[in-house]
Every structure is written in structure tokens, then in C-alpha cells.
């Protein structure tokens, strides 16, 4: 049985993208309130296996989660994209002409600021977690309350769903990570299968240092599916640069590394896995 680490509770995002992504397979999720927890469990248990979201279509990246993964020393194995559905729900008691205030998660909420506009009667509520704010609900019996959450979770929790699919833009997606132990990783994806890499690395303070990176890559046909920079503390107008990478000829992509080595500093391959 694997044993996987989200952030959030039993019904959340995390939670329904972790057993898809596992689907057949015998699970044991860890719930944890943060991010910093999931590393944390981690770290602690090597045979921990992490699951971590990274970036959505519409709120962008999760820039914490970068940092987070690269001190971490964990390696991505895999990576799973998730259809973000959002319901409103509520104590079998109550309606739309009770409730008075609505509890998520403030992305979730966001994501529904449309649906929430024409509601203004009904006050917003930032919390931790989507099912995490059903959960209290039904602990509590909070009348006049409701939560967003994916309509699984209201179920889940007891809650009626008095509307489902508020979210604003219906194509709205979430990039999750699975990451491990790097001791771990052969056994959960095989090298020879994977296609995609995600690096990390800083450049010297030189005109041009980026663009010649860039070029050796597409010189190699490898392709730049996406470039997230950081910048490293105490060190001013200096970047850490967290690069998403595709191929089709595993040996040309260690070549490219290879070539690009030189013209940085610090790279590290923080993953080699198979894209979704």
C-alpha cells in the first residue's frame, strides 16, 4: 500500500486527483494542513509519497511549492492534471434563503467571484481547504452557512448541493506533482519511459546568459514547455529559474544538460518523469 501525503482533508482536490492518479492501486492518504507538512512527512518517512498541486489555469503558479520542492531534495516522478469543479453546499436544513455567509478555500472563492456577484447577500469566508470548510459545517451545524467544494465532498460530508459547476471559467484546471524520496523514484516510474524534466538553476550576471541556455536547448529539439523565475533572497536583481522540459530522445535531452551545464550555476534536475 502507498502512502501519500496532500494538503487538505479527506474530499479535497488533492485528495480526488491523488486516487485518480493512483487509480487500482491500494492508498493510504495523510492528510496535512500545509504544504510545509506534506515535505515534512517526507522527510520524516522515506516510503512517504507527496502529491502536490503547482500551478492552475487561472490563478497561475504556486510559487511556494517551487521553493519548497527544490530545498526539499524530492524528485518528481509524475504529474496529474485535474478538471476543478466547484459546488455550493449546504446543511440538508438550509436554502438560498438562509444562508448568509459562504466558507472556501481564498482560490476557490476566487474562482467563483462571478457566481458569488450575484449573490451579495451572501458574505465570503476565507478558510484552509474547499472540503475542509463542509467538513466544519456538518461537525458544527453551522445553519446558514454553506461551503464551495466539488459536489463529492458535500456528499461526502452530508451536505445538499444547491447548485453545482459555479466555477467562473469551466476550463479551469490544477497541475499536481507526485514527488518522492529520490531513492524511491526508480520504482515509481521507469526512466526509459519518461518524457518530460523539470530543472532549476541561476545564470551568471551577463547580457544574453538566458538566451544562449535557451538556444543549446532548442538546438538539442528539446522543448520549453514552461519557465517560472524566482528571485533568490539576499542576493538582488539575481533569479532562480524553474524550467519545464519535453523530448522524445532521452539521450539527446542528457545531452542538452550536458551542454547547458557549463553556462549556469547550481542546475538541478528535480524531475524526470512521464507527461500527462
Known sequence: MKRIAIQGVIGSFHDIAAHEYFKGEQIQVICCSTFEQVFEQMAQDPTVIGFTAIENTIAGSLLHNYELLRASGATIVGEHKL????????????????IHEVHSHPVALMQCRNFLAKHPGIKAV???DTAGSADYINQHQCRGWAAICHADAAKMYG???LEDHIEDNKHNYTRFLVVCNPCK???LRPLEHTNKSSIV?????????????????SFYGISLTKIQSLPIIGHEWEYMFYVDL??????RYRQSIDAII????ELKIIGEYEQF
Open 83 to 98: 478538471h476543478i469543479q466547484h459546488a455550493i453546499c449546504c446543511l440538508p436544513e438550509d436554502d438560498w434563503d438562509t
Open 262 to 265: 557549463p553556462l549556469t550555476k
Open 185 to 187: 523514484a526508480d520504482f
Open 201 to 217: 538553476f541561476s545564470l551568471p550576471h551577463e547580457e544574453g546568459s538566458l538566451s544562449k541556455v535557451l538556444t543549446i536547448l
Open 246 to 251: 519535453t523530448y522524445n530522445n532521452l539521450t
Open 159 to 161: 451536505l445538499r448541493v
Open 126 to 128: 476565507e478558510s484552509e
